[in-house]
Every structure is written in C-alpha cells, then in structure tokens.
Nanobody, 127 residues
Framework: QVQLVESGGGVVQAGDSLRLSCAPS????????LGWFRQAPGKEREAVGA????????YYADSVKGRSTISRDNAKNTVYLQINSLKPEDTAVYYC????????????????????WGQGTQVTVSS
C-alpha cells in the first residue's frame, strides 16, 4: 500500500495557474501509474488526468485538456499536475491516486484501477 500526500492547493483567481504535487510517504512509486481526480461540492469525483509508469504517456479529461500538464519525476518521487487558465469550475478537492495495473486512454480514468489515494488538497478559484 502506498500513502500519498498532495500539496500545492490554495485560493487563486480565475486565470491564474497552479501546480499540485503528490508524493508517497515512505515508499517509492516509480513502479506505479498515477492519476489525478477531483471532487467539487455536491458532485461525484471525476478524473482530471493520468500518467503512465514511465511518464511517457499522459491522458487528460476534456475539462482540462489543453491547459493542464501532468508530469512525474521519479528521481524526486513526485508527480505534478499543472493547471493553467484556472476557472471557477475548477474549484474542487484534488486527489492523486496510484495504480498497479496498466491502462491506456480513457481506461485510465476508471477509479476502480486505483488502489491507493491521497487525502486531497483543496483548490478554490475565485472569479
């Protein structure tokens, strides 16, 4: 089991950029694929994006495609989610999650693939 810790959330204004980080506690996750998810108040948790074990493949939800980048630095044992041009509708708790199973494309957005989840970090975008 991997304990994940997200950081980097906060209150920002619409149009700003934010970079979230996720790191495991006490274990390397170079052998795991990773995903980012978010849950807005009153809504179900949804996928934001995912990255492969090597970092060579990334996938993004339509809601953030074109203004987000997911990357990982296995040497630093950290995965990042950068979102630019933030909108009020991006307001949510953001979670990172780790999976052991291989996936591709939209299949990586299936939350059932993910075994370990962080506690989340709040992102609030004011208009």
């Amino acid at each position: 089991q991997v304990q994940l810790v997200e950081s980097g959330g906060g209150v920002v204004q619409a149009g700003d950029s934010l970079r979230l980080s996720c790191a495991p506690s006490g274990r390397t996750f170079s052998s795991f694929g990773l995903g980012w998810f978010r849950q807005a108040p009153g809504k179900e948790r949804e996928a934001v994006g995912a990255i492969s074990l090597s970092g060579g493949n990334t996938y993004y939800a339509d809601s953030v495609k074109g203004r987000s980048t997911i990357s990982r630095d296995n040497a630093k044992n950290t995965v990042y989610l950068q979102i630019n041009s933030l909108k009020p509708e991006d307001t949510a708790v953001y979670y990172c999650a780790a999976r052991r199973r291989v996936c591709s494309g939209l299949g990586c957005f299936d939350q059932r693939l993910y075994n370990d989840w962080g506690q989340g970090t709040q992102v609030t975008v004011s208009s």
